[in-house]
């Protein structure tokens, strides 16, 4: 029996000895194999390397190398050297078709693949999508990326649908890629970012703004989230808010920003002066130095709220309402600050006015997230919404009080 040729020391011509071996149905050298699996754990490809390593002491089906070794060549852009090989099936097949601008013949199988859930890694899914971007041709690439994300969806995965969809001026579409991403994975400083982008670009101003909110959580010195935090607030016409948030723009010497805040300075002075007076009519409730007014208090008497722990508050102009108020409500609850009109003047004072115990959750929606019932509905000012199975409670300008509503 001769003796099989030394694989070749370069990765192009050992891929070259591969193919030709399966093609000539001869025999296959383990050695090649070895010299393969050791090429391509010098690449980071650990997972590969174990599989071409263990190929070289247990030798497998021609049918089952054929189709790796057809996958690794086309993820390498070596296509010509695949269809020398041929006899690809799957993915491999859609991704070699598409290397001869057949954009038909592969939609059409990829559209079958998609059909039947047939699995794809995630490298040969990305090199496809990107191949098809490539050849001017987003909307394939969308089809597969969306086909991917039903099967098994993933951060990245919805991320990179929602920006394809973005870079295709379709904020509406690319909103819930957003918004499942999130939900997958909350934490992601930029996706938070291009949320509230996009949110300002459908022209939701408060959730907008409670993304930026968000990211600024994260990462408290985020230059684009102060922006989008500013431009937010700005939308919604909240200027005792607004003068907040500029301050650390204003701070990092951001020229427009200084020229934004000096606009601001005819609107506070008046207020800062009725301070004084508009603390003292607060009475025995102690507010304390730092909550800052931004209209005539309207404390809401603490009876009202007896025992509740889940209590929501609508249309707030600074969250003030329940200065004093849960001292007879229950140890521990939450306050849910819905569409608040100063939404970030109201969280600051609301952070510092809750009892030991309660927690704050703002929301840009007149209605909390949580499939629980509130115990106390609090509309502080308009829209109203419809009352929920608590009681709620409603300022009354005529007779200077809250009344209960209905």
Known sequence: MSELPRPPANPEA???QLTEMLRSEATIDPQALEALARWRLGCGDGRGAARWQRWSRQPPSRHDLRATLHELLLRLSQHELAERLGGAEGWPAVLQTLAQHKHEQALSLQRQLIATATPINVALSRQLASLWQQQGQPAASLELLEGMARQAPSAPLCNAIAHLLEQQRQPERAAPWWDRSLQLQTQQPLVLMQRSRNALA?????????LAQALLELDPGHAVGLELRVEALERLGARG???LALAPLVRQGRER?????????????????RQHSWRLAYGAVEIGPQPVALAPPRPIPPELLAGCRRVGLVASRDGLELAGALREAAPEGIVWDLASREPLRSQRNLQRLLPKGWQLRPWPRQAPPSQESLDALILAGPPTPEPGSGPCLRWQASRRRWERWP
């Open 241 to 243: 808010s607004l003068r």
């Open 257 to 273: 920003y200084r020229l934004l805040a000096c606009q601001q300075a005819r609107w506070w002075p008046p207020r800062r002066r």
């Open 202 to 210: 459908l022209g939701d101003a408060p959730l907008a703004f409670q």
């Open 14 to 16: 050992l891929l070259e």
